[in-house]
């Protein structure tokens, strides 16, 4: 069965730090998707950033750069020079071709001044 | 475009009533999908509709139902409520075809359910 680990449970940062929220997934398919999702206070789950199974390319957008390798099982995502704004509770997902999200168990980010 | 519309915003319900809750995908997207999200269990599938058809249903029990109209509009209920129900509920909308491109799920803000 398909299983995404996020086994830090809660960051402290001070504002401008670089903080990186680690994901461990487990699946034996070849084709999956991998996602970061944010969840604010106001409950809404944002899409941050998705990744398939085939593009391994790492990428930065602004703040934000991920870490994709296959070879760890591994999707990690960097937030650079954090912001108070950046405080939420951060998910990895996982899907394959069920059309149904696994998630982790959240990693809740605090940045204060 | 509009986002993801759930509503209401906010339910308290007595153990043993019914509630249904309400989503509206974003336009043109086909599948719908239902999580329910407590701070025992985390982010947990409820079911995914797709053109109207369960697509794929999660380990919930048959108190948890849901449909799809023509128009994509999705209704979640469930019936006989405990309190264990208490939870942010919340609805995915999708394109629905995992081959497209820009394959991915928009989140609506969730309906948070209390059971007393």
């Known amino acids: 069965a398909q299983k995404v680990t996020q086994a830090q449970t809660e960051i402290s940062v001070v504002e401008k730090e670089d903080v990186t929220l680690d994901c461990v997934y487990e699946?034996?398919?070849?084709?999956?998707?991998l996602f970061w999702y944010k969840q604010p206070p106001s409950g809404e789950l944002v899409f941050l950033i998705r990744r398939n199974s085939f593009d391994e390319q790492n990428e930065i957008s602004g703040r934000y750069s991920w870490n994709f390798q296959k070879s760890t099982s591994s999707f990690n995502f960097t937030i650079t020079a954090s912001q108070v704004v950046d405080s939420a509770v951060y998910f990895c997902?996982?899907?394959?071709?069920?059309?149904?999200?696994?998630f982790g168990t959240g990693t809740r980010l605090q940045v204060t001044l | 475009k509009a986002g993801v519309t759930q509503t209401p915003r906010y339910l308290i319900k007595t153990r043993g009533q019914q509630v249904t809750l309400s989503c509206s995908p974003i336009s043109g997207h086909r599948s719908v999908s239902w999580y329910q999200q407590t701070p025992g269990q985390g982010l947990q599938f409820l079911f995914e509709?797709?053109?109207?058809?369960?697509?794929n249903k999660g380990n919930f029990p048959g108190r948890f139902s849901g449909r799809q109209f023509s128009n994509s509009r999705s209704e979640m209920n469930v019936s006989t409520l405990e309190l264990g129900d208490s939870a942010l509920y919340l609805c995915a909308s999708s394109n629905g075809q995992v081959a497209i491109l820009d394959y991915g799920y928009t989140f609506g803000s969730g309906t948070r359910l209390t059971v007393v």
């Open positions: 997902a996982w899907t394959g071709t069920a059309s149904k999200l696994t």
């Open positions: 509709y797709f053109s109207e058809t369960q697509r």
């Open positions: 699946t034996r398919d070849t084709t999956y998707y």
